[in-house]
């Protein structure tokens, strides 16, 4: 089943192509869904299918032994799991993993790699301007991950995810936050419980709902920003 023009609208690079694009493309585009902790690929494997999320969030995350993975970025709505294809890279050193269920629209990566190497339309340049809004995304993860606490860095998680959901009520664990902050899950539940008591958020079992957003946004750190316009340059003028 093709998707709706909806459908392509609210991915931000099949969004920002002509509609004559958008219609070259459906047809070998499936909408699927992306379910809580479905692996997309794994490090050194092969990537089969490309996917454009419309609603929720892929974490490429760095395996370091010992049970330990580092989230090193994420993907919604403003982009492409599968960035290797189409930089026409080796094999992926991170694991892709569904971090909150949604939904995307799946090529495989052959299609892919024809459609933007051959047809003469703009996803290449919008290719082009989401790789340099991830290059921004992991530069401000690696410094934020450094030089900011653990409250700052949980607001502006939560923040992103609001984004890219669409809505400010999401399903997210306690224990999977702390893992992609990297941090003790004693650590995350301190600072949901503070977030909640200040009326930024309500938390409950496993859900999470923005409930003042201008309070959570102002105790992010200023890479909420930096990133949130990154993607809104990539894509003015295309």
């Not at 401000?140 to 030089?147: F, K």
Request: net charge neutral.
């Amino acid at each position: 089943m093709e998707p709706t023009a909806d459908e392509m609208r609210r991915n931000l690079i099949l969004g920002a192509l002509p509609q004559p694009e958008q219609r070259g493309l459906a047809g070998h585009l499936t909408p699927v869904d992306l379910k809580l902790k479905t692996v997309l690929y794994e490090p050194g494997g092969s990537i089969d299918h490309v996917y454009f999320p419309i609603a929720g969030v892929v974490s490429l995350v760095a395996d370091l032994g010992g049970g330990t993975v580092v989230e090193v970025a994420t993907v919604g709505h403003e982009g492409m799991v599968g960035l290797p294809v189409f930089l026409g890279a080796g094999p992926p050193a991170e694991r892709a993993s569904v971090q909150i269920a949604g939904r995307a629209l799946r090529m495989s990566a052959e299609r892919f790699r024809h459609d933007v190497s051959v047809l003469d339309g703009r996803l290449q340049l919008a290719m082009q301007r989401y790789t340099q809004a991830m290059f921004t995304q992991l530069a401000r993860n690696a410094a934020c991950n450094r030089m900011h606490n653990v409250r700052q860095r949980c607001a502006r998680w939560l923040l992103m995810t609001a984004d890219r959901m669409h809505a400010g009520t999401f399903d997210l664990t306690q224990e999977f936050l702390a893992q992609m902050l990297g941090v003790r899950r004693a650590s995350v539940s301190e600072v949901a419980a503070e977030l909640q008591a200040e009326g930024c958020i309500s938390y409950s079992r496993g859900t999470i709902v923005i409930e003042d957003r201008a309070a959570l946004r102002s105790r992010a750190c200023d890479c909420y920003a930096v990133v949130r316009d990154a993607v809104r340059r990539a894509y003015e003028g295309l």
